[in-house]
């Protein structure tokens, strides 16, 4: 497990590091309402090439990123809203899983039994208004 303690200034240096020690190109990202959940992925897209595209598929559930050159870099998902996991599965929920790309997941646990055996668990935790904790831990 690695924990990491960070400011929202240090948000790109931090996105970085957590790039290079993943174990898995799929993220779930564990955290209360408010916690930076969606402010991460945005750094974490604008490290591998997206830009400022990021921002949170609440309502449409999903987003896909591409690099500033047009190739695909991701997929984020966020789950807040889902009723099932059913209703994941119709989305085509392991389609995405079985693609080599990006796959940012909010809210991983509306969905626990469809979540593929080898992704990374980003917990968040706020710290104070402005520091937020990280714990990244490979799945079980």
């Not at 303690?5 to 190109?25: A, F, H, P």
């Given at each position: ?66 690099t ?16 099932s ?56």
């Amino acid at each position: 497990m690695q924990k990491i303690i960070y400011t929202v200034k240090e948000l790109d240096m931090v996105s970085k590091e957590i790039l290079g020690n993943v174990s898995s190109r799929i993220l779930c990202f564990n955290g209360e309402m408010g916690a930076g959940k969606t402010t991460l992925i945005k750094a974490l897209v604008r490290s591998l090439g997206g830009g400022d595209q990021a921002n949170s598929p609440t309502f449409g559930i999903v987003n896909e990123y591409q690099t500033q050159k047009g190739e695909l870099l991701g997929y984020h998902f966020d789950f807040y809203r889902l009723e099932s996991e059913g209703e994941a599965l119709d989305l085509g929920l392991e389609d995405y899983f079985s693609q080599d790309t990006w796959v940012f997941i909010e809210w991983p646990e509306k969905i626990g039994s469809q979540l593929p055996q080898n992704y990374t668990r980003i917990s968040l935790e706020i710290v104070d208004p402005v520091t937020r904790k990280i714990e990244i831990t490979k799945a079980d």
